[in-house]
């Protein structure tokens, strides 16, 4: 993974968008993301077969302009899209199993405070996800924001780690969560709900 590749961060699903999500893709990736997550879960979201024809559609677009595609907590659908890694929580598949079994995988793994820090296998994974930094409306089991402390104590512990900050980030305060030391924002509704989505990625 080349240095800056996190730095603007899509997740994404068709049911966190107000129109076609290849349209929106395709719009964020004019505006300048430089990786994208398919988080195709939740309320009206898509399943089975149509999740899956989803994911490839959205995979080649990310192929065609050599973005990074992750796949959210779903190992099985990251490996039959082909996808470049794989984004897990703490109570999703073990980083340990992910990268003996699939080295070719990139891994990132959501912490959100001291004890998942202190009890996760950081040198098995590429990146971590710090958050929720500001609240968020889009996960609906989100839990409490943390702020912008929370990248600068996973910097002080693990100052080579790629960080990316995700949870209620917009253009307005983007560039607060960079200033702490993150070297990319995840960011979903504020891109995907946006009236002008090229804008919005590049403010961000």
């Not at 609906?140 to 996973?154: C, F, L, P, Q, Y």
Request: aromatic share 4%; charged share 25%.
């Amino acid at each position: 993974m080349k240095s800056g590749q996190l730095r603007k961060y899509l997740v994404m699903g068709s049911n966190q968008c107000s129109r076609d999500p290849h349209e929106v893709l395709r719009e964020a990736i004019a505006g300048g993301i430089t990786a994208f997550q398919y988080r195709e879960k939740g309320n009206g979201a898509r399943l089975g077969q149509e999740r899956l024809m989803l994911g490839r559609s959205l995979r080649e677009i990310c192929k065609e302009n050599d973005i990074l595609f992750f796949v959210n907590d779903d190992l099985e659908l990251a490996i039959q899209l082909g996808a470049n890694g794989v984004h897990v929580g703490q109570a999703d598949k073990e980083v340990t199993y992910i990268r003996e079994h699939h080295p070719e995988l990139l891994i990132g793994l959501s912490v959100s405070n001291e004890t998942e820090l202190a009890n996760s296998e950081i040198d098995y994974v590429d990146y971590l996800g710090a958050g929720p930094i500001y609240p968020t409306a889009t996960k609906e089991d989100a839990k409490e924001s943390v702020g912008t402390d929370w990248i600068r104590r996973i910097k002080i512990v693990h100052p080579t780690i790629p960080v990316v900050g995700i949870g209620g980030i917009d253009p307005t305060n983007a560039s607060n969560v960079i200033e702490a030391g993150a070297d990319g924002v995840a960011v979903i509704s504020a891109i995907t709900k946006a009236v002008d989505i090229k804008a919005a990625v590049r403010q961000i």
